[in-house]
């Protein structure tokens, strides 16, 4: 696997599309290489997010706003993932 000078895979690329990946820095934009990654991120980009921030930190970020921006289906995967049963519940943009 290849990286940015700052250690972040060039194949996370096509998740960063509005962003310069050669400026993005782990650490100053951790919550948004975080949600990209969980939201996006292929095995091996995974395993790299769990090396670099560790469970403990994917599992606090979760809780604190992956349940209200990940993708549903990532987000039940992440959640059985880490046995994470009290998420607060999304409500409905609409009531209809």
Sequence with gaps: MEFTEKGIPL???PVFQ???IHQLDPERDAFTVIERTLARGKRDEVQWLFGLFGPER???WIQS???R???RRRLSFWA???DLSSLP???N???H
């Design 69 to 71: 921006i990940l993708p």
């Design 18 to 20: 509005e962003y310069d």
């Design 80 to 82: 059985n993932y880490f």
């Design 11 to 13: 194949s996370l690329k």
């Design 58 to 60: 994917l599992i606090e």
């Design 65 to 67: 706003y992956g349940w």
């Design 89 to 91: 519940q999304r409500k």
């Design 93 to 95: 943009a609409w009531p």
